[in-house]
T-cell receptor, first 114, second 115 residues
Framework: EAQVTQNPRYLITVTGKKLTVTCSQN?????MSWYRQDPGLGLRQIYY???????DKGDVPEGYKVSRKEKRNFPLILESPSPNQTSLYFC?????????????FGPGTRLTVT | AQSVTQLGSHVSVSEGALVLLRCNYS??????LFWYVQYPNQGLQLLLK??????LVKGINGFEAEFKKSETSFHLTKPSAHMSDAAEYFC?????????????FGKGTKLSVKP
């Protein structure tokens, strides 16, 4: 089944404790992206990747890192999480950066930083 | 720069009534426009998209949207609401205009359907 998977789905952590949220897709998609969703703000893009080893900042990249060493994986790294990073995070992938192609979204990761 | 504005963060309709969710866009170049739906505790799913072909676009689950350049609008409609339509709906535009660039999402409209 074609899908985007994220792990973990739920995470509660403390300020400053490094964490990684994994994202994997099995559709051989070139384009991958991370969003955060906050009430009343919709989805805002954190980082995106147009292909392996090619990543770029989205609208809200501060406090986040990403890597794209393999086509299928695009982990999101929070080196020193803070409470303002409490949010619902979505990974998405698409055949290419061209938005003619549908973006497929993962199920989301709900992160709470205390 | 491209942007979208969704009018109304919450819309409530009765089952069987018309659904109308409003989206206005701002774009300096011909836009590509999208509607995505998010059911509770799930990721987003593409409902329909406008890519400069027909101005009336039909999507899944009986939804459709009409691109009106003169009004800079791309409103989403469904003639008769079902309980299963209760979800949050997001309008989006391509950042670079046309098919280029990342998607810029609106803030979302939560649709409630009353029995």
């Amino acid at each position: 089944e074609a899908q985007v998977t994220q792990n973990p789905r739920y995470l509660i952590t403390v300020t400053g404790k490094k964490l990684t949220v994994t994202c994997s897709q099995n559709m051989n998609h070139e384009y991958m992206s991370w969003y955060r969703q906050d009430p009343g703000l919709g989805l805002r893009q954190i980082y995106y990747s147009m292909n392996v080893e090619v990543t770029d900042k989205g609208d809200v990249p501060e406090g986040y890192k990403v890597s794209r060493k393999e086509k299928r994986n695009f982990p999101l790294i929070l080196e020193s999480p803070s409470p303002n990073q409490t949010s619902l995070y979505f990974c998405a992938s698409s055949l290419s950066w061209d938005s003619t192609y549908e973006q497929y979204f993962g199920p989301g990761t709900r992160l709470t930083v205390t | 720069a491209q942007s979208v504005t969704q009018l109304g963060s919450h819309v409530s309709v009765s089952e069987g009534a018309l659904v109308l969710l409003r989206c206005n866009y701002s774009s300096s170049v011909p836009p590509y426009l999208f509607w995505y739906v998010q059911y509770p505790n799930q990721g987003l799913q593409l409902l329909l998209k406008y890519t400069s072909a027909a101005t009336l676009v039909k999507g899944i689950n009986g939804f459709e949207a009409e691109f009106k350049k003169s009004e800079t609008s791309f409103h989403l409609t469904k003639p008769s609401a079902h309980m299963s339509d209760a979800a949050e709906y997001f309008c989006a535009v391509s950042e670079g205009g046309g098919s280029q660039g990342n998607l810029i999402f609106g803030k979302g409209t939560k649709l409630s359907v009353k029995p």
